[in-house]
């Protein structure tokens, strides 16, 4: 008898489901990028956090229209997120049905 693990039946590579409210969530922290690394965009994440800093260092560096303007992209690229998120999660839900359905 051989001993099978936990998760034969899911395929390493795919990750466990998103949780929608998870996601708008931690868009609430959007300055940290957590939305989009939760949701594997780890580049869209680290732009998040680049931004973020440089606010933070015009800030720092008392460069209020430089600070301005990145908090104004930060809050921009924040409201398109509450849209991206909504699309993000139905591709991946679309991928998921398409993958049981060649099981």
Known sequence: MTATPKNAERP????PPKRRRIAYALLAAF????H??????RRGAWAY???ALMAGIAWWLQRP??????????AAF??????????????AGAA???EAGRR
């Open 12 to 15: 390493a590579d795919r990750m």
């Open 31 to 34: 300055p940290l990028g957590l």
């Open 36 to 41: 989009r690394q939760y949701l594997g965009d």
């Open 49 to 51: 956090r680049n931004c």
């Open 65 to 74: 229209a430089a600070f301005w303007v990145l908090l104004a992209l930060l």
């Open 78 to 91: 924040a409201a398109y997120d509450i849209g991206w998120i909504a699309r993000r999660l139905a591709a």
């Open 96 to 98: 998921d049905a398409a």
